[in-house]
Each structure stands twice: as C-alpha cells, then as structure tokens.
C-alpha cells in the first residue's frame, strides 16, 4: 500500500495565500497557526502524513520539530533554508512505497524536488483543493444533519426531557 505525504514550505505558503499574507503583516505566529490549522484538516480529510518547514531566518536560533494538531512541523537549523530541508526529506521518503508531494510556489524548488521523484503542488492548486475539502466536510456536515438518524430507542417523555436538558447544558 502507496502512502502519500505532504511537504509544505511553510512561509513560501503563507506568502502566496493572501488570508496568511494579510494575518502575517498583523502577527506572523497567527499566520502560522492558521495555516497549520488548514493542513490539520488536510491531514484528517486524505490521511496524508503532513509535514510543514519553516526557515529558520523568521524563527531565530535552533533546529526544531514537534507535533501540532497532528502535523509535523519543523523550524530549520539557523543557515538551513527550508528548501534545503525539504529536498532532505524528499531524498530520504522517495520510494515506491512512498509518494512524496511537495507545496510551493518557488519554481527553482519544484524543480529540484522534481527531480527527485515527489511530486509538485504550487502554493494555489494547494489552496483551491483545501477550499474544495471545505466544501465537500461541509456538505457532509449538512447532509448528515438533515438526514440525522433517529434513535430506534423508546423514550420514556420524562427521559427524553432530560436527555434535552443536559443537551442544552441545562440541570
């Protein structure tokens, strides 16, 4: 079985979408946090793994990794440029069991990570199919919601009247 993976160039992303562009000129770590947020519904819609990279120039200091929202995200090394970082990871994933596909819109890293073996995503093909996932969960939502199933469970009136109550938080 062929597992996919997400490579994000993390500020190459925020600088292209024009939501982040605009967050990132109030508060870069809003930006961030939001574009994180996007790729964690990425994740749980395609189960894709998800990492994002970050150049350290914006991040002062030591390479870093953790897990937020069940994506991986990475703060290069100082000196260590996201797409240098990237192209690693390509290197080290690209196999038959593995399809690597990496979002960004420099031309030069597509390129690269091309030649490698993963496949490309620009910043705006990236943006258009989470927009259609969007859709898509909220259809979901609304179909599920209007076709709710029903409890086949009788109810007493007095149950059922405190069933509603804890629903609506009450005591």
């Known amino acids: 079985m062929r597992k996919d993976v997400l490579l994000v160039d993390g500020y190459n992303i925020i600088g292209a979408w024009g939501e982040l562009r605009q967050m990132k000129e109030e508060r870069l770590a809003n930006a961030r946090d939001r574009l994180i947020e996007r790729l964690a519904e990425y994740k749980a819609y395609t189960g894709w793994r998800v990492i994002i990279v970050f150049d350290a120039h914006l991040i002062a200091g030591i390479e870093k990794k953790k897990l937020k929202h069940d994506i991986e995200v ?3 090394r100082e000196n260590e440029t996201a797409d240098e970082r990237i192209e690693k990871l390509v290197i080290k994933m690209a196999s038959r069991s593995v399809q690597v596909h990496v979002a960004t819109s420099d031309l030069t890293e597509q390129w690269v990570i ?3 073996g993963a496949l490309r995503k620009s910043a705006r093909e990236l943006e ?3 927009d259609e996932i969007d859709k ?3 259809l979901r939502v609304k179909n599920f919601q ?3 199933p029903f409890s086949k469970i009788a109810l007493t ?3 059922a009247e405190i069933f509603e109550k804890w629903r609506r938080g009450m005591k």
């Open 74 to 76: 990475v703060y290069t």
């Open 114 to 116: 091309f030649a490698h």
């Open 128 to 130: 258009i199919e989470m």
């Open 136 to 138: 898509k969960i909220s």
């Open 146 to 148: 209007e076709k709710r």
């Open 157 to 159: 009136d007095e149950v």
